[in-house]
Antibody, heavy 119, light 112 residues
């Protein structure tokens, strides 16, 4: 059974970088599919941030394009989110998920990591 | 970006009754391959989003058949029959036709 788990700092200062790790077990991220980051803001709005494919290519939400980077460590079966120059508007719960493009579904999600941007 | 508009934003349902949630997209979600990339998710309190329905009407594995989806093109509906306590949460429609994938604002379902 596939499982995803987010980890990283829960508090980040404005103007600094937010870094999160998604650790995947039960499936090898190079075997297939796309590996996404999604966030949920206070008030329930959800935003897809971007993904890294099984081949290592990336695709980002244009609204974040100049600030976001998604990378991976295949030896650890992990992928990462870095969001630069954060503001209080980036306070959210961050989720990683597997996207199966043949079906058009994100079928497996992590439990979420709450990140607060505050000085 | 494709805009997803859900209604209502909140609904209160008596257990055992039915509920319907509508979702409208600003562009047809029908791909040239014949698949319509519209999914529904439920986020229960303190939980991650759970896939309910994909490609308009396909029930995800392990999901109760009290959930059903319908629609086409730009107009979609999620129906929950015989609402139970475990159905409480926020329901989202999502389009996966093109990036950036976009979500509806969410519909909060509560029990009367």
């Amino acid at each position: 059974e596939i499982q995803l788990q987010e980890s990283g700092p829960g508090l980040v200062k404005p103007s600094q970088s937010l870094s999160l790790t998604c650790s995947v077990t039960g499936y090898t991220i190079t075997s297939g599919y796309d590996w996404s980051w999604i966030r949920k803001f206070p008030g329930n709005k959800m935003e897809w941030m971007g993904y890294i494919s099984n081949s290592g290519s990336t695709n980002y939400n244009p609204s974040l394009k100049i600030r976001i980077s998604i990378t991976r460590d295949t030896s650890k079966n992990q992928f990462f989110l870095q969001l630069n120059s954060v503001t209080t508007e980036d306070t959210a719960t961050y989720y990683c998920a597997r996207y199966i493009w043949e079906l058009g579904v994100m079928d497996a999600w992590g439990q979420g990591a709450s990140v607060t941007v505050s000085s | 970006d494709i805009m997803m508009t859900q209604s209502p934003l909140s609904v209160a349902v008596t257990p055992g009754e039915s509920a319907s949630i509508s979702c409208r997209s600003s562009k047809s979600l029908l791909h040239s391959n014949g698949i319509t990339y519209l999914s529904w998710y439920l986020q229960r309190p303190e939980k991650s989003p759970q896939l309910l329905i994909y490609q308009i009407s396909n029930l995800a594995s392990g999901v109760s058949d009290r959930f059903s989806g319908s629609g086409s093109g730009t107009d979609f509906t999620l129906k929950i029959s015989k609402v139970e306590t475990e159905d409480v949460g926020i329901y989202y429609c999502v389009q996966f036709l093109e990036v950036p994938y976009t979500f509806g604002a969410g519909t909060k379902l509560e029990l009367k």
